[in-house]
């Protein structure tokens, strides 16, 4: 697809700024800190002052959790840097928090309430107790109906309790993933092989990347050696706990048009969410994450043929697996050799994941949806450096979180354009 010169309506929305801190281990930085980082340096980028903003959306699940900062955490971190005018809401939307705040932020200024809008994602989840950390996780499911759940998945890949130790120094979503990706390689033949061979992708991108937590390159050998988290996932294929925050500051096309950067600017061409789905197994068609990404297409009018570079939310390397297949790049089961084939490697037909993605770049929950805004809108710029995808116009993210029965408990789509 190529983008027009120019937007072609005042009311459509444009990321004027994205910022950013080094995703990693910070442990003596507050997620307030770092999320004043992230606010002031997509400010800075844009050219926006805080002034401009009409609102403010703050994504985040680790302030509750860990620091016991309920019901106002965007609050307490960003009054400092003088955000009081602009109405905050807070949101929760489990490792989907950055997009959803995105969506917000778009939905704000397309309905003209105000020309600019701020969404912020961040989450502090090193700690010095390291399974207070990873017991955040544990809400990310229906707490109710836990074993039930997991049963079920277990169930659906073959597995047996008996098949898995007792969990403990991991997230329960490398079991959840593990499950899902056990029934993958039992339905379409996906192989550990292709699911090393993506890590090992994501991980060479990673290295061209400073603000990523990992940046050592490994082989698929290296990887498929490493421990085991749970079978079939080794350590290099899983995202880290991490800290870090991201930030997007949107405007309505009409005001930004005249100002000084717009040429630097992103139109976006859609934003998806979407919450619920009653399919089996037998429907993997009716994924929350593929009828995420139908909408969006429909809205920006475009097609799977037309995206130049993705981010998706591999937070193990079967979830990138999965989504490519979700997205439309292959048909449903041949995520595996369609990774294979090298077609989402930088210099492939489709790059995915340039920034090293989350198993890589790192995955500080909120922040992590935020994160890949801030590499797409770099791929569109042409500001990539070494991880730059050649002639990048038209970019898509995927973002999920949480778990409803056999799948995500939510999924974001978002479509990007280049304007220049």
């Given amino acids: 697809m190529s983008a ?55 994504a985040n699940v680790s302030q509750k959790a860990l620091d016991g900062q309920h019901m106002i955490p965007g609050q307490v971190s960003l009054r400092p840097l003088g955000l009081t005018h602009a109405p905050l809401v807070n949101v929760e939307n489990a490792c989907a928090g950055g997009a959803t705040a995105l969506w917000l932020a778009v939905s704000h200024v397309r309905a003209g309430l105000s020309d600019a809008a701020l969404a912020v994602g961040v989450d502090k989840l090193v700690c010095a107790d390291p399974a207070r950390g990873l017991a955040v996780f544990d809400g990310a499911m229906d707490v109710q109906h836990r074993e039930e759940t997991l049963a079920g998945l277990r169930n659906l890949s073959g597995a047996t309790a008996a098949d898995d130790d007792d969990g403990a120094g991991r997230s329960v979503f490398m079991d959840i993933y593990a499950s899902l990706a056990r029934a993958h390689m039992r339905k379409f033949a996906t192989t550990r092989e292709q699911l090393a061979f993506v890590a090992a992708k994501n ?6 990347n400073p603000r990523a937590h990992y940046r050592k390159s490994l082989t698929p050998e290296e990887i498929l050696a490493a421990r085991e988290v749970a079978w079939p996932l080794t350590v290099p294929m899983c995202s880290p706990v991490s800290d ?60 799977p043929a037309d995206i130049d570079v993705a981010e998706v939310h591999d937070a193990t390397a079967f979830g990138e697996i999965q989504q490519v297949e979700n997205l439309g790049f292959c048909a449903i ?8 084939s090298g077609a989402g490697a930088l210099g ?50 995927e973002n999920g979180g949480g778990l409803y029965g056999i799948e995500e408990a939510v999924a974001a789509v978002t479509i990007l354009g280049a304007i220049r």
């Fill in 203 to 208: 991980h060479a991108h990673s290295v061209h």
């Fill in 244 to 303: 870090g925050a991201a930030a997007v500051v949107v405007m309505r096309a009409g005001a930004a048009g005249t100002r000084a950067g717009y040429d630097r600017a992103v139109r976006v061409l859609a934003t998806a969410l979407v919450s619920g789905s009653d399919r089996t197994a037998e429907q993997p068609e009716e994924h929350i994450g593929r009828r995420a990404a139908l909408a969006a297409y429909e809205q920006a009018g475009i097609t």
């Fill in 4 to 58: 027009p010169a120019r937007p072609t309506a005042a009311d459509d929305v444009v990321i004027l700024g994205v910022g950013s801190t080094p995703f990693g281990r910070h442990p003596d930085r507050t997620a307030s800190g770092l999320a004043r980082q992230a606010v002031t340096e997509a400010l800075a980028d844009g050219q926006v002052s805080r002034d401009e903003i009409g609102a403010v959306f703050y």
């Fill in 333 to 340: 089961g041949d995520g595996g050799p369609w990774s294979l």
């Fill in 348 to 397: 492939g037909a489709l790059p995915v994941n340039p920034s090293g993605g989350l198993v890589s770049r790192g995955h500080p929950v909120s922040a992590t949806g935020l994160a890949q805004m801030y590499e797409l809108v770099g791929q569109l710029r042409g500001e990539a450096g070494a991880r730059q995808v050649a002639g990048a116009r038209v970019a898509v993210a």
